[in-house]
Protein backbone atom coordinates (compact mmCIF):
# COMPACT_ATOMS: atom_id res chain seq x y z
CA UNK A 1 0.00 0.00 0.00
CA UNK A 2 2.99 2.46 0.89
CA UNK A 3 4.23 1.54 -2.22
CA UNK A 4 1.13 2.61 -4.36
CA UNK A 5 1.04 5.97 -2.42
CA UNK A 6 4.68 6.43 -3.04
CA UNK A 7 3.88 6.18 -7.21
CA UNK A 8 0.96 7.88 -7.35
CA UNK A 9 2.90 10.65 -5.24
CA UNK A 10 5.59 10.55 -8.08
CA UNK A 11 2.90 10.50 -10.69
CA UNK A 12 1.03 13.69 -9.16
CA UNK A 13 4.57 15.75 -8.87
CA UNK A 14 5.69 14.52 -12.38
CA UNK A 15 2.22 15.87 -13.70
CA UNK A 16 2.70 19.18 -11.76
CA UNK A 17 6.24 19.88 -12.98
CA UNK A 18 4.80 18.61 -16.56
CA UNK A 19 2.42 21.38 -16.19
CA UNK A 20 4.52 24.31 -14.58
CA UNK A 21 7.07 24.13 -17.37
CA UNK A 22 4.21 23.94 -19.95
CA UNK A 23 2.43 26.94 -18.46
CA UNK A 24 5.15 29.41 -18.42
CA UNK A 25 4.92 32.90 -20.62
CA UNK A 26 6.69 32.68 -23.53
CA UNK A 27 7.59 28.52 -23.43
CA UNK A 28 6.13 26.41 -26.48
CA UNK A 29 6.08 22.56 -26.36
CA UNK A 30 9.11 21.52 -28.56
CA UNK A 31 11.03 18.23 -29.00
CA UNK A 32 14.80 17.94 -29.47
CA UNK A 33 17.04 15.35 -31.05
CA UNK A 34 20.77 14.82 -31.25
CA UNK A 35 22.30 12.72 -34.02
CA UNK A 36 20.13 9.73 -34.31
CA UNK A 37 18.77 9.31 -31.06
CA UNK A 38 14.73 9.41 -30.28
CA UNK A 39 13.19 12.26 -30.50
CA UNK A 40 12.71 14.32 -26.58
CA UNK A 41 9.70 15.55 -25.34
CA UNK A 42 10.42 19.12 -23.48
CA UNK A 43 9.57 23.27 -23.78
CA UNK A 44 11.75 25.52 -25.20
CA UNK A 45 11.42 29.29 -24.02
CA UNK A 46 13.63 31.93 -25.69
CA UNK A 47 15.93 34.14 -22.86
CA UNK A 48 17.46 36.48 -24.43
CA UNK A 49 20.06 35.37 -27.32
CA UNK A 50 19.55 31.98 -26.80
CA UNK A 51 16.34 29.46 -27.16
CA UNK A 52 16.43 26.99 -23.96
CA UNK A 53 15.18 23.59 -23.73
CA UNK A 54 14.09 22.09 -20.89
CA UNK A 55 12.58 18.00 -21.00
CA UNK A 56 9.22 17.22 -19.41
CA UNK A 57 11.24 13.75 -18.04
CA UNK A 58 13.41 15.02 -15.07
CA UNK A 59 14.28 16.68 -11.47
CA UNK A 60 15.93 19.83 -12.47
CA UNK A 61 14.28 23.09 -13.73
CA UNK A 62 17.34 24.14 -15.67
CA UNK A 63 17.65 24.04 -19.30
CA UNK A 64 19.28 21.03 -20.84
CA UNK A 65 19.77 22.22 -24.15
CA UNK A 66 20.79 26.16 -24.54
CA UNK A 67 21.09 27.25 -28.38
CA UNK A 68 22.67 30.49 -29.51
CA UNK A 69 21.14 32.86 -31.77
CA UNK A 70 24.52 33.95 -32.88
CA UNK A 71 26.16 32.12 -36.10
CA UNK A 72 22.63 29.79 -35.58
CA UNK A 73 21.75 29.15 -39.47
CA UNK A 74 18.84 26.52 -40.15
CA UNK A 75 20.48 24.12 -42.66
CA UNK A 76 16.89 21.98 -43.46
CA UNK A 77 12.96 22.24 -42.19
CA UNK A 78 10.26 20.09 -43.21
CA UNK A 79 7.39 18.87 -41.98
CA UNK A 80 7.81 15.34 -39.95
CA UNK A 81 6.88 12.11 -41.66
CA UNK A 82 3.92 9.84 -40.36
CA UNK A 83 5.55 7.74 -37.36
CA UNK A 84 8.48 9.82 -37.78
CA UNK A 85 7.92 11.95 -35.13
CA UNK A 86 4.62 14.19 -33.34
CA UNK A 87 2.21 14.28 -35.81
CA UNK A 88 1.81 17.77 -37.54
CA UNK A 89 4.97 18.84 -36.23
CA UNK A 90 8.02 20.39 -38.32
CA UNK A 91 12.05 19.63 -37.74
CA UNK A 92 14.23 21.91 -38.02
CA UNK A 93 17.89 21.34 -38.60
CA UNK A 94 20.64 23.19 -37.26
CA UNK A 95 24.10 21.90 -36.90
CA UNK A 96 24.78 18.48 -34.84
CA UNK A 97 20.89 19.47 -33.11
CA UNK A 98 17.12 18.81 -34.75
CA UNK A 99 14.27 20.39 -33.28
CA UNK A 100 10.46 19.51 -33.85
CA UNK A 101 7.19 21.75 -33.23
CA UNK A 102 4.45 23.00 -34.44
CA UNK A 103 3.87 25.40 -37.36
CA UNK A 104 3.11 28.50 -35.26
CA UNK A 105 5.86 27.40 -33.08
CA UNK A 106 7.99 26.88 -36.33
CA UNK A 107 7.00 30.74 -37.13
CA UNK A 108 7.93 32.27 -34.24
CA UNK A 109 11.63 30.68 -34.23
CA UNK A 110 11.95 31.56 -37.59
CA UNK A 111 10.88 35.02 -36.70
CA UNK A 112 12.76 35.19 -33.79
CA UNK A 113 16.12 33.92 -36.02
CA UNK A 114 15.35 36.73 -38.13
CA UNK A 115 15.11 39.43 -35.20
CA UNK A 116 18.98 38.86 -35.11
CA UNK A 117 20.91 42.02 -34.85
CA UNK A 118 22.67 42.38 -37.92
CA UNK A 119 26.27 41.23 -36.85
CA UNK A 120 24.63 37.76 -35.27
CA UNK A 121 25.36 35.82 -38.51
CA UNK A 122 28.87 37.65 -38.88
CA UNK A 123 30.77 34.14 -37.51
CA UNK A 124 28.12 31.62 -39.43
CA UNK A 125 30.01 29.65 -41.66
Given at each position: ??????????????????????????????????G????????????????????????R???????????????????L?????????W????????????E??L????????S???S??????
Amino acid sequence: MELLIGLALLAALFCVRVVALASRRGTVVCCVRTGSRKWQSGVARYAGGELHWVPFAGIRLRPRHAIARRGLVVSRRRPLESGEGPEGYWTVEAGAISLAMSEDALTGFLAWLESAPPSAHLDAV
